[in-house]
């Protein structure tokens, strides 16, 4: 069966740091990948998603990147945090685009 | 560009109590999918419906999609402490391309 791992579960950082957060999913092969942010008590947001290794689309225009540097494995990534950057970031999976999305236990993020 | 509403945003109910969220797309959809997301916990997905006014039932959880394939509505029958979450619909229009799009959710609280 499938599984997808995201970690960490929780991360505490300072504005301006650097940020990595890593997702990996098992028992698929070429699953589209997904990275929502959501606000406390808020819906979800799609920040990034990607159909194939290397290929990224950004929804929302800011200081995140991702990157999909092998088929199963999904990293968001933040040079510089910003207090707006605090959420709780989920990574997720489909089978084929826009079928039912499996996500991961996900990362609350808090920027001090 | 494509927008989905739920209502109501919060329901308090008495458990024993019966529940229902709505959601409205400004485009017609080419299949609708429901999630529910536990308190602290990442959303789950419950339900595609893909037929115009298809009806499916799931123990207490009783899902519709509109004629139309704009709207959607789920429906608990007497509510536990157990369905105590969020339900957030989602649908990708029926264009080629574009992404799934989530609604706001319904926050539903159940009192003991």
């Known amino acids: 069966s499938q599984t997808i791992h995201q970690w960490p579960a929780t991360l505490v950082q300072p504005v301006g740091s650097p940020l990595s957060l890593e997702c990996t999913v098992e028992?698929?092969?070429?699953?589209?990948l997904y990275w929502y942010r959501q606000a406390a008590g808020r819906g979800l947001q799609l920040l990034f998603y990607?159909?194939?290794?290397?290929?990224i689309s950004s929804e929302v225009p800011q200081n995140l990147s991702a990157s999909r540097p092998q088929d199963r494995q999904f990293i968001l990534s933040s040079k510089k945090l910003l207090l707006s950057d605090s959420g709780f970031y989920l990574c997720?999976?489909?089978?084929?685009?826009?079928?039912?999305?499996?996500f991961g236990n996900g990362t609350r993020l808090t920027v001090t | 560009g494509q927008q989905v509403m739920q209502i109501p945003q919060y329901q308090h109910v008495q458990e024993g109590e019966d529940f229902t969220t709505y959601c409205n797309s400004s485009?017609?959809?080419?299949?609708i999918q429901w999630y529910k997301q536990r308190p602290g916990g990442h959303p789950v997905f419950l339900i595609q419906?893909?037929?115009?006014?298809e009806v499916k039932k799931q123990k207490r959880l009783t899902f519709q999609f509109g004629e139309a394939k704009k709207n959607s509505s789920l429906h608990i029958t007497a509510t536990q402490t157990t369905d105590v979450g969020t339900y957030f619909c989602?649908?990708?229009?029926?264009?080629?391309?574009?992404?799934?799009?989530f609604g706001g959710g319904t926050r539903l609280m159940v009192k003991p």
């Open positions: 997720a999976w489909s089978a084929i685009y826009n079928s039912p999305l499996h």
């Open positions: 028992g698929t092969s070429n699953p589209n």
């Open positions: 990607s159909v194939g290794i290397g290929q």
């Open positions: 485009t017609t959809l080419s299949n």
């Open positions: 419906l893909v037929k115009s006014g």
């Open positions: 989602a649908g990708p229009p029926n264009n080629a391309g574009n992404m799934l799009t």
